[in-house]
């Protein structure tokens, strides 16, 4: 059983990066997915989350809204964080978690039972 994140990089600030978070070993599509960062002295923060099934409910961090979107593709059993207009105020490590929830539920902020290792993402001039 494992998630594997992936996709960050070394961006100038306004670009965009997509990450990928790739389940193993269980089914992704039972699960309300979350997307995580944590940038050096700072808490960990809730970015984004998208319910199970088709991903009904997201919900967005205050920082991020208007810029990042949510997505997934249960028969790719991968979700995805498209971040757009990135600052470098973004620069992080990127986690996502699955949680198995009901329909129409995700948190920004709970216990998971899946986590994911971490994807750099640096927004640097």
């Known amino acids: 059983v494992q998630l594997q994140a992936s996709g960050g990089g070394l961006v100038q600030p306004g670009d965009s990066l997509r990450l990928s978070c790739a389940a193993s070993?269980?089914?992704?599509?039972?699960?309300?997915i979350t997307w995580f960062r944590q940038a050096p002295g700072k808490k960990r923060e809730g970015v984004s989350c998208i319910s199970r099934g088709g991903g009904g409910t997201v919900h967005f961090a205050d920082s991020v809204k208007g810029r990042f979107t949510i997505s997934r593709d249960n028969a790719k059993r991968t979700g995805y964080l498209q971040m757009n207009s990135l600052k470098p105020e973004d620069t992080a490590v990127y986690f996502c978690a699955a949680k198995r929830l009901v329909f129409g539920y995700c948190y920004l902020n709970a216990s998971y039972d899946y986590w994911g290792q971490g994807t750099q993402v640096t927004v640097s001039s």
């Open positions: 070993g269980f089914n992704l599509g039972e699960y309300a």
